[in-house]
């Protein structure tokens, strides 16, 4: 006797994912919005706050992005797990060691910067994973999602770099992260920053690469088709 279909694996299955795609697309939705009536009210005034004013949320969101990494790892999304996992940390280390640990580094114009990239990103991708899980698809929307990160992935990382950057001398003055170890060792924490920046630019080629292999893929089997004039 065949089982109903709520109670058939796949069927259960695409149902989380849609909530849980549901919930990024909210998240994302809500920072998008609150970052754009707030610059058309105070301007670049609200730039300063941007992170007082949306960083709760941001951090939400970007933590309950680590669950992507079950997601591959049990198979229920099928993506690759070393490029995901490389992009998931970026942002993980700039948000929550580099930004939120120092107050200092939170009213730069760069967090505003780095919070829209990011936001612009995964509006886009989470709107089509979520139509694709319950069969929608858009040829213009997928197109998008495979090229909007062209240009913005490497401003993204260009991003995180200066915030690395603007934060070393806070790091330097205030000693966070700064440790002794025994028998005279000891980390400091700045030239950890330094050693990851050049990291960061490694990274970046191989989830470039990545990507671009799984754009390729994509389009060529969903192809988008040109009106003859």
Partial sequence: MALPAW?????????????YYLI???????????????????GKDSMVDTFYAIGLVMQLCQSISLLELLHIYVGIESNHLLPRFLQLTERIIILFVVITSQEEVQGKYVVCVLFIFWN???????????????????????????TLWMPIYPLCVLAEAFAVYQSLPYFESFGTYSTKLPFDLSIYFPYVLKIYLMMLFIGMYFTYSHLYSERRDVLSVFPIKKKKL
């Fill in 7 to 19: 109670l058939q694996p796949r069927y259960r299955k695409n149902v989380y994912l849609f909530i």
């Fill in 120 to 146: 612009l990103l995964d509006m886009v991708r989470y709107t089509n994973s979520m139509l694709s899980v319950i069969g929608i698809s858009y040829a213009f929307l997928t197109w998008l999602s495979q």
């Fill in 24 to 42: 990024q697309f909210c998240g994302h939705s809500w920072i998008f919005t609150n970052m754009t009536v707030r610059f058309f009210s105070f």
